[in-house]
């Protein structure tokens, strides 16, 4: 069976690599960019089944990328969870007006992130674009 | 698989899993024949009551081409290649070696052969469970040649009554999933104690990832004999036993440990000046040491799996284990670091943290920076004791020291910021003192001419 991929989009190297061996452990697969030009490029190349997206990002930040994801008609489907230290009101409010499915506060805890990762993970070969299955071979060759 | 392509069902308490298979041998059936019992199955394919392909669901399946390098059948970069071709396949990955002349074909069918027998003698064990005989033969892609049920069940009840008769013997706790791992303190040469070469394999093996049953199969030797070299591997203190839920725990409070710090590291970048941006960086150590030293009286080693342990022994713990250290760098490196002390198992940087008030300007920066180096390497000395002793050389110690390496990359960046940052101030000040400096030389040269 295959297994899930989540792109884990962070510009600090130790938030990439907590989630990555938090999921792995879970027998998600994870690959993980630093900054928003690489997350648009990673998600058409691997079509994650989820995206977990921090908010201040260099280049191009969080909310600009979600907006972009959601205005894709092959990508828009896919569940994205925003990372972001500010735990306003307002700043949800902007990420749920980007588009972003869930809001993740951080230092957040491992096991609520296995939880709530697991919880978009249930059905996302259903979700998953035609072009996906086409692309199957080259992805399992890849992980 | 379809109700109606299902011909025979039932208990295993009231038909064991021998007699239904010699049952279907006999009659020379074609179909699978599926074996549940608790999170296990087992799905056995037969053609005209040969076993053509076994499959085990609910037991994690080992990677056999990771094991061949550990012991030293297989090259890692070989390895890599055939994982990439099979697609993860292990038959189709021994295929692709008896192709290139890695393993012999004999080698081949030998293990698939052990595999089955292996699984079908750790089902005859099953008391519990039910079974299910479908005329449907699931197509599971296969290089075995066929086997013949008898012997494979002459090999897999010898297998099981010596697991029976080691368990009995020996009364071990040991399963077939349990997970062992090399001993952090063993650091002698294995070979001058006298190892056979499947003790030797065995322990390299060992690497807190996989368990019994993967280690039999890699090995092609009885689970029970594994059980018996495992025991006395840990009787010669070269390894223990892994405890997976405890393990996950650790690795969870850890990593919400370096998460934690990691955000307080990134709120406190914004700071206005060098002044703050370094207490920013001392009081993110401190409070990452804190949370190591919090998260190593839970996990330490001595400490762990006793229940309630005294608060006051657990400090005790702490600051033996920690107290020397620091003084020895506080005295041979870091003078500042004397200002700091160890109470209720915390290490208490107040003094520090309060300088401003006694001393002012660059003394000031430079205390504060003493401080962040000595802090920086308190800490990774913190790490390094605390995983040494909670997961030594084990797969999670391995993920968890990427982890902190990557924190500790965050760390240092920090501090390179502030050190450009410094030397751009020392720069301007040279540069404004070089700007007044040869006015006043002039001065001077304008006086000498006076005179």
Redesign the interface.
């Known amino acids: 069976m295959d297994i899930p991929t989540v792109l884990v989009v962070d510009d600090s190297p130790t938030v990439r690599k907590i989630v990555q061996m938090t999921l792995q452990r879970e027998y998600i697969r994870v690959i993980t960019v630093s900054d928003g030009l690489s997350a648009l490029s990673a998600v058409a190349d691997e079509i994650p089944a989820l995206i977990l997206l921090d908010i201040q990002l260099p280049r191009m930040d969080g909310y600009y990328i979600c907006h972009i994801i959601r205005k894709n008609l092959q990508f828009r489907q896919i569940p994205i969870i925003m990372l972001s230290g500010k735990d306003g009101l307002f700043d949800k409010m902007r990420g749920r007006l980007a588009g972003s499915t869930e809001y993740l506060t951080k230092p957040f805890d491992s096991e609520e992130l296995i939880q709530t990762v697991k919880k978009y993970l249930v059905d996302w070969q259903e979700r998953m674009p035609p072009q996906y299955e086409a692309m199957r071979p080259r992805l399992r060759r890849r992980g | 698989m379809d109700q109606q392509d299902r011909i025979m069902d039932g208990d295993l308490q009231t038909l064991g899993l021998q007699s239904i298979l010699k049952m279907l041998a006999l009659s020379g059936k074609t179909g699978t024949l599926l074996v549940h019992s608790g999170p296990e199955t087992l799905s056995i394919s037969l053609r005209k009551g040969q076993v053509v392909a076994l499959r085990e669901e609910g037991v994690p399946q080992p990677d056999l081409l990771s094991m061949l390098c550990l012991i030293n059948r297989l090259d890692p970069p070989r390895a890599q290649a055939l994982r990439?071709m099979s697609?993860?396949n292990t038959q189709v990955a021994l295929a692709l070696m008896v192709e290139r002349n890695w393993m012999s074909a004999a080698e081949m069918q030998q293990r698939l052969e052990f595999a089955v027998t292996q699984s079908i003698g750790h089902a005859l064990r099953w008391v519990d469970g039910r079974f299910a005989f479908h005329r449907q033969l699931v197509t599971m892609e296969s290089k075995m040649q066929p086997l013949d049920v008898d012997s494979v069940l002459l090999e897999a009840l010898r297998q099981a009554d010596e697991w029976e008769e080691m368990a009995g013997e020996m009364g071990t706790q040991l399963t077939r999933t349990t997970v062992a791992r090399w001993l952090p303190e063993v650091n002698k040469d294995v070979r001058t104690l006298g190892l056979s070469q499947e003790y030797i394999e065995v322990l390299c093996l060992s690497n807190g990832e996989l368990p019994l049953q993967a280690m039999a199969l890699v090995l092609m030797s009885p689970e029970s004999r594994i059980v018996r070299i495992m025991t006395r591997l840990l009787e010669f203190r070269l390894i223990e036993v892994v405890d997976p839920i405890l393990e996950?725990e650790l690795?969870?409070d850890l990593?919400?440990i370096?998460?934690?710090c990691?955000?307080i590291l990134?709120?406190r970048q914004q700071s206005s000046n060098a002044e703050q941006h370094l207490l920013g960086l001392i009081s993110t150590l401190a409070e990452c040491i804190n949370g190591l030293l919090i998260h190593h009286g839970r996990y330490a080693k001595s400490l762990r799996g006793r229940g309630q342990v005294p608060t006051s022994e657990i400090i005790h713990y702490l600051e033996r284990r920690f107290a020397q250290p620091l003084q020895l760098m506080a005295r041979n490196q870091y003078p500042i670091l004397e200002t700091t002390n160890f109470v209720n198992g915390q290490l208490d940087c107040t003094d520090i943290l309060t300088l401003n008030k006694l001393v002012k300007g660059e003394k000031l920066a430079e205390f504060y920076w003493e401080a962040v180096q000595g802090l920086t390497v308190f800490l990774r000395e913190i790490f390094s004791t605390l995983l040494r002793d909670e997961v030594g050389n084990s797969h999670t110690g391995r993920?968890?020291d990427?982890?902190w390496r990557?924190?500790l990359?965050?760390i240092e960046q920090e501090i390179q910021k502030y050190q450009i940052e410094r030397a751009y101030q020392h720069t301007r000040l040279a540069r404004s003192r070089d700007r007044t400096q040869p006015q006043q030389a002039l001065r001077v040269g304008i006086v000498q001419n006076w005179k």
Do not use: M, P, W
């Open positions: 990439e697609h993860g996950r690795q969870q990593s919400n370096i998460i934690k990691q955000h990134a709120q993920q968890l990427l982890v990557a924190f990359t965050e």
